[in-house]
């Protein structure tokens, strides 16, 4: 139980394009989840808290014009890269808390984004 | 050995010996503790948590110690093997109605077989 998946798992897409990544609870239901930024061999940066049927919270510093989070159902929220350049290639990971129990994180298995 | 720098902190073990893996964390306020193992190219995977009332947790050949004053956390793993080698991450939550997550630096385990 409690399996986050992240669709899709690599992309590669040239600068100036935009880039969708979707992050699905399969067998819970997920009030709130959040998108993390890695850099290799760097840890885990939050960059959003999106909450089903309200605006994601961005942390500071996070572009929320250059990130979009859209949480429309309590199985899916889709973080949408626009505009896309080579800094914006990463490691996005998504974990998703089952409602009720806001302080448990499960993770997805994360997205390569490659921007050429 | 265990060094600590501007690169992702290592620590080298022999397979069947005992690893300790620390991590300092920044919120007094936190209370609630993870432990998270990372390998390449995936995401985190759970290990083990504690609440900030508790001092010592066990799980299955791990063990997690948390000392409040000097804002310390430590992972143990008993009988190390080949797939321990991960990145280990603790994490803080600093409780609030929000439930973020702040991820520490990471430790780089090898087991050396």
């Known amino acids: 139980g409690a399996v986050v998946s992240q669709h899709p798992s690599r992309v590669i897409c040239k600068s100036g394009t935009s880039v969708k990544i979707e992050c699905r609870s399969l067998?819970?239901?997920?009030?709130?989840m959040f998108w993390y930024r890695q850099f290799p061999k760097k840890s885990l940066m939050l960059m959003a808290t999106?909450?089903?049927?309200?605006?994601?919270?961005?942390e500071q510093g996070v572009e929320k014009d250059k990130f979009l989070i859209n949480h429309a159902s309590l199985t899916l929220s889709t973080l949408t890269v626009t505009s896309a350049h080579p800094e914006d290639s990463s490691f996005y990971i998504c974990?998703?808390?089952?409602?009720?129990?806001?302080?448990?994180?499960?993770f997805g298995p994360g997205t390569r984004l490659t921007v050429l | 050995g265990e060094s600590v720098g501007l690169h992702l902190p290592t620590l080298s073990v022999q397979e069947g010996d005992n690893s300790i893996i620390n991590c300092a964390y920044s919120?007094?306020?936190?209370?609630?503790f993870i432990w998270y193992k990372q390998e390449s190219g995936k995401g985190p995977q759970f290990i083990i948590d504690?609440?900030?009332?508790?001092d010592k947790r066990q799980g299955q050949r791990v063990t997690v110690l948390l000392n409040k004053t000097v804002k310390h956390l430590s992972l143990q793993i008993a009988a190390t093997q080949p797939g321990d080698s991960a990145v280990y991450f603790c994490?803080?939550?600093?409780?609030?109605?929000?439930?973020?997550?702040?991820f520490g630096k990471g430790t780089l385990l090898t087991v050396n077989p």
């Open positions: 974990s998703a808390s089952p409602s009720g129990h806001g302080d448990t994180q499960y």
């Open positions: 067998d819970f239901q997920a009030t709130t």
């Open positions: 999106s909450n089903e049927g309200s605006k994601a919270t961005y």
């Open positions: 919120n007094s306020a936190s209370d609630y």
């Open positions: 504690i609440r900030s009332n508790m």
């Open positions: 994490a803080e939550n600093s409780g609030g109605s929000n439930y973020k997550l702040t």
